[in-house]
């Protein structure tokens, strides 16, 4: 089992930028993938980006490539998600899940989730 605690959301204006922390604990954390997601008022939720805690394998969603990257710090046991060129469109609860493998994690099935944090982008 993995527990999932996210940071870092806030307010920020158009074009600013913020980088979201999600910190694992539990004995197996590193075998899991991790993900983003997010999810807007009266939307479903959407997967962002995801990766392999070597880093060796990462999953993109096209509506965010090249404004958001996901890194970790294993170390630390923490997973980011920073985030460039911010659009008001971007404003949702962003969470952390933690998969089995990469399948699973873009699904967003059979995954432990962190309580989300809140990102709102101002016009």
């Known amino acids: 089992q993995v527990q999932l605690v996210e940071s870092g959301g806030g307010l920020v204006q158009a074009g600013g930028s913020l980088r979201l922390s999600c910190v694992a604990s539990g004995r197996t954390f590193s075998s899991y993938t991790m993900g983003w997601f997010r999810q807007a008022p009266g939307k479903e939720r959407e997967f962002v980006q995801g990766m392999t805690w070597s880093g060796s394998i990462r999953y993109y969603a096209d509506s965010v490539k090249g404004r958001f990257t996901i890194s970790s710090d294993n170390v630390k046991k923490t997973v980011y998600l920073q985030m460039n060129s911010l659009k008001p469109e971007d404003t949702a609860v962003y969470y952390c899940?933690?998969?089995?493998?990469?399948?699973?994690?873009?699904?967003?099935?059979?995954?432990?989730w962190g309580q989300g944090t809140q990102v709102t982008v101002s016009s």
């Open positions: 899940a933690a998969a089995s493998n990469g399948p699973d994690i873009v699904a967003g099935r059979n995954a432990y």
